[in-house]
């Protein structure tokens, strides 16, 4: 590897703060909080974090400059393979671009001594952002939003399994909420402290339906924060686990028979002058106003075209069947746990619509970002809501199936110009490439199941 530079030089206009130097008082802060070490992190096209070790000596220049990163970055498959014909590989000459720190994102990393972390976006140049980066559709998104006067209050739910070192489930049994599982053993403890510290405000934490499955819930916020919260949350538990002695994840369908694990994705506009929730009507039918019933059906008719975005693997659509407290079809209900979109019409302020298809394995600034392209073209086109169906959504027939595979999902979005538009083409054009190269490696593969099935009988 080539040694960098650490530069030094003039200051984004992001980076000024009331006229004053907003990176020196970074600093300052850093060297007051005694930090020896700065992770500088990227969320991938998978959420998963990429992040080089910064000295404090050398996080000024950093911040200042940009961090050297491998350009092709967010063109990497989930095995870290460079797909080819993305446009960011041999297409750049495997070129390096630069990420800068957020300075609002700073977080404490509580399990390291002297150690913090900030959230980066990538760029080109100085003038120049990577548009194909997932916090970068969101905040984008977030902004047209913004343009139509809302801001967005957004929180995501995970179910995970905590596993031993070798992947087994360290108990046995259903035992939702069950007191002994709850904290079985006391590394969970030591988790839910590790996550509070790194600025995630646990409200609670109990073991979930299947055997050795924990579902950790933390407070909703508005804008990217709510995103960059998941985003360091799944992450922080992965590593704080395997510091532990145990295997965390958040795989849709780890084992057969067992529950899967979801990501309930919570959301609500706000009007940005009144600070009012948005979809909250007391006059209307259940407390929602016109914009909540919009929003709604705008999710309804470009959910196809989200599935690749909140179930962006093959094992995804093993989780979505009936009877499974997972949605199985494109639905949307009042306190409907069977529905893609669960209404909590609480008549008050907390009314707000719990999009419950996504996958835990899901990027969260794409689940926030898909969930919300949908919404504001329902507003936009000034959707009519259809009736929600008596009973649970999941028994009703007549209701339209989720796409079955990841490749059904993938056309659905090719054939959806208007999520495309939203999205960005060139980010879904990015995505789609990725998942397609995934795709074909995944179909390539010889299972043990088909070995065990048909070699001995033919």
Request: overall charge negative.
């Amino acid at each position: 590897m080539v040694m960098e530079m650490v530069p030094t030089g003039e200051l984004r206009e992001d980076q000024q703060v009331n006229g004053g130097d907003a990176i020196a008082q970074f600093i300052a802060q850093l060297k007051e909080q005694k930090i020896e070490y700065v992770r500088f992190e990227l969320p991938d096209l998978h959420g998963v974090s990429r992040l080089k070790v910064i000295p404090i000596d050398k996080v000024e220049g950093y911040t200042r400059k940009g961090l050297n990163f491998y350009g092709g970055t967010l063109a990497l498959d989930t095995a870290s393979m460079v797909v080819p014909n993305s446009g960011y590989h041999s297409e750049r000459k495997y070129r390096d671009h630069l990420i800068f720190p957020d300075l609002d994102s700073l977080t404490p990393v509580p399990w390291l001594d002297n150690t913090a972390k900030v959230i980066c976006d990538p760029y080109w140049s100085r003038e120049e952002p990577l548009t194909v980066a997932p916090r970068y559709v969101l905040k984008t998104l977030l902004q047209k939003a913004a343009d139509l006067g809302f801001d967005v209050m957004m929180g995501h739910e995970f179910e995970f399994y905590l596993l031993t070192a070798e992947k087994k489930p360290i108990f046995d049994g259903l035992h939702i909420f069950n007191h002994i599982r709850n904290q079985y053993v006391p590394e969970i403890d030591q988790i839910l402290e590790y996550l509070r510290g790194s600025g995630v405000d646990i409200i609670t934490h109990n073991c979930e339906y299947a055997p050795s499955q924990f579902e950790i819930n933390y407070g909703a916020s508005k804008g990217i924060l709510g995103a960059d919260k998941a985003f360091t949350f799944k992450n922080a538990v992965k590593e704080v686990a395997h510091r532990l002695g145990y295997h965390a994840t958040f795989m849709s369908k780890p084992f057969a028979g067992m529950s899967g694990s979801c990501c309930h994705f919570h959301l609500s506009l706000w009007d940005r002058n009144t600070d009012a929730n948005v979809f909250l009507d007391p006059t209307a039918e259940h407390g929602l106003s016109k914009t909540a019933r919009a929003f709604i059906q705008g999710i309804l008719d470009h959910a196809p075209a989200m599935l690749p975005f909140i179930g962006p693997t093959p094992n995804c659509y093993r989780r979505l069947k009936p009877h499974t407290f997972a949605p199985s079809n494109i639905s949307w209900g009042i306190e409907d746990r069977s529905a893609m979109i669960r209404v909590k019409a609480t008549g008050d302020e907390g009314t707000h619509l719990e999009m419950r298809a996504a996958s835990a394995i899901s990027n969260p600034y794409l689940t926030a970002a898909a969930t919300l392209a949908a919404g504001l073209l329902g507003i936009q086109n000034e959707r009519e809501l259809q009736p929600m169906v008596d009973g649970p959504s999941e028994d009703d027939p007549s209701l339209p199936k989720f796409p079955q595979t990841l490749d059904a999902a993938l056309e659905a979005l090719a054939a959806d110009s208007e999520m495309q538009a939203m999205l960005g083409q060139d980010f879904c054009n990015l995505f789609s490439t990725v998942k397609q190269f995934e795709l074909a490696r995944f179909h390539d593969h010889l299972t043990d199941w088909e070995t065990n099935e048909y070699m001995d009988v033919y």
